[in-house]
Structures are given as structure tokens and as C-alpha cells.
T-cell receptor
Framework: GQSLEQPSEVTAVEGAIVQINCTYQTSGFYGLSWYQQHDGGAPTFLSYNALDGLEETGRFSSFLSRSDSYGYLLLQELQMKDSASYFCAVKVDFNKFYFGSGTKLNVKP | DTGVSQDPRHKITKRGQNVTFRCDPISEHNRLYWYRQTLGQGPEFLTYFQNEAQLEKSRLLSDRFSAERPKGSFSTLEIQRTEQGDSAMYLC???????????????FGQGTRLTVV
């Protein structure tokens, strides 16, 4: 089976930087994805790492260490609209996705 | 609109009734997934299709649940004899073929929120 662990909730202020960690255990690992979900909305894709290292997409960066079964999502210059839940998801056996339980990010003014 | 669409968006049903949900994936995507999400949790994998073939079913999917994708395009998820524990958001996602990279990520629909009373 798969297990993913991420913090349940994180609070930060507008303009700050926040890091959301994810550790995973799975077989058939292909890569680690991050999704954002606002209350009542659909999960939307943010970032994907198949190889070790940092991927940067605007204010969001994602990191993967395959040897440590660990990744993180880094959000910079936080905005109020970034308040949402963030899920890490492992891509397994070519094309299946299993999600963590999510981290609720609260951005305060 | 080229996104994943789901119908209906909301469904309220009485315990014991059958319900069916529909998902229309992004047209060029050959993989289609069903997930279930309850409040405060991440999406739980239910089943997945490649074209019309159902390749995997989660142990979460009891025999009251059945999914089809008859022509490799849209899919339906049916729940028979609904129970209160089936109340959840049912999400559909699709992805394109490929071995990796962002264009093989899953793109989600808005979901069908099921309430069993």
C-alpha cells in the first residue's frame, strides 16, 4: 500500500514563505505531485517532481529527494488567495495517483 | 470548455436508493480515475480506466459500486443501495498517456457531492 504524511495545518502571514513537507512510503514510485484545493473546489495541479531536486513555477517551488522519500512544497510571497488545502500525491506504477490527507494553509493579513 | 466535467454537481438521495454519476474527461485523455473525498481528507483512489478497460479497483470499492467506460470516453459510477457512509464528494480525473512530466498529471472535475439521508 501507500502512506503519505503531511502536516494537517499551517498558518503564515501574507508576504511570508511557507514550506509544506511530505514523506511517503510506496512501491512503484514514479514521482511526487502537489495539488491545491480551495474549499468547495476541485484539486488543481501545481507541480510535479520525478527526479531529485527543485522545480520552480512562479511563486511555488517543489523539491524531491527520492532517497529520503521526502518532498516539500515552498510557497513564497504568500497571498490571501493561497489559503487552501495542499495535497501531496505519489504517482505509482506508471499512472496512478495516491493522495495524502492534506495540509490546510491559513494565510493571515 | 475543455476541462473535466461531472454531472450532477449535487445529489441528495434516500438510503437504499441507487445513484449514478457521469464524468466526461478531457477529450484527448485516455486515462480516467474516480476518487472519493470526505471532509478534511485527501482524495481516495477508487478505480481507474485506460480507454475502456478498468485496470484497477480499490478495496474501498465494495460490490455496491460499479464503474463503466463503455466507449473509452465518458464514464459512469453507480452506487447501489446507498448507505449514509457513502456521503462524500466523488471526483473524476483524467490524464493523458505518457511516461512522466506535467502533461501526464491528473486533471480533476468539480465533483459530485452525494448526500445520503
Amino acid at each position: 500500500g501507500q502512506s503519505l504524511e503531511q502536516p494537517s495545518e499551517v498558518t503564515a502571514v501574507e508576504g511570508a514563505i511557507v514550506q509544506i513537507n511530505c514523506t511517503y512510503q510506496t512501491s512503484g514510485f514514479y514521482g511526487l505531485s502537489w495539488y491545491q484545493q480551495h474549499d468547495g473546489g476541485a484539486p488543481t495541479f501545481l507541480s510535479y517532481n520525478a527526479l531529485d531536486g527543485l522545480e520552480e513555477t512562479g511563486r511555488f517551488s517543489s523539491f524531491l529527494s527520492r532517497s529520503d522519500s521526502y518532498g516539500y512544497l515552498l510557497l513564497q510571497e504568500l497571498q490571501m488567495k493561497d489559503s487552501a488545502s495542499y495535497f501531496c500525491a505519489v504517482k505509482v506504477d506508471f499512472n496512478k495517483f495516491y493522495f495524502g490527507s492534506g495540509t490546510k494553509l491559513n494565510v493571515k493579513p | 470548455d475543455t476541462g473535466v466535467s461531472q454531472d450532477p454537481r449535487h445529489k441528495i438521495t434516500k438510503r437504499g436508493q441507487n445513484v449514478t454519476f457521469r464524468c466526461d474527461p478531457i477529450s484527448e485523455h485516455n486515462r480516467l480515475y474516480w476518487y472519493r473525498q470526505t471532509l478534511g481528507q485527501g482524495p481516495e483512489f477508487l478505480t481507474y480506466f485506460q480507454n475502456e478497460a478498468q485496470l484497477e479497483k480499490s478495496r474501498l470499492l465494495s460490490d455496491r459500486f460499479s464503474a463503466e467506460r463503455p466507449k473509452g470516453s465518458f464514464s459512469t459510477l453507480e452506487i447501489q443501495r446507498t448507505e449514509q457512509g457513502d456521503s462524500a464528494m466523488y471526483l473524476c480525473a483524467s490524464s493523458s498517456p505518457g511516461t512522466g512530466g506535467p502533461n501526464t498529471e491528473a486533471f480533476f472535475g468539480q465533483g459530485t457531492r452525494l448526500t445520503v439521508v
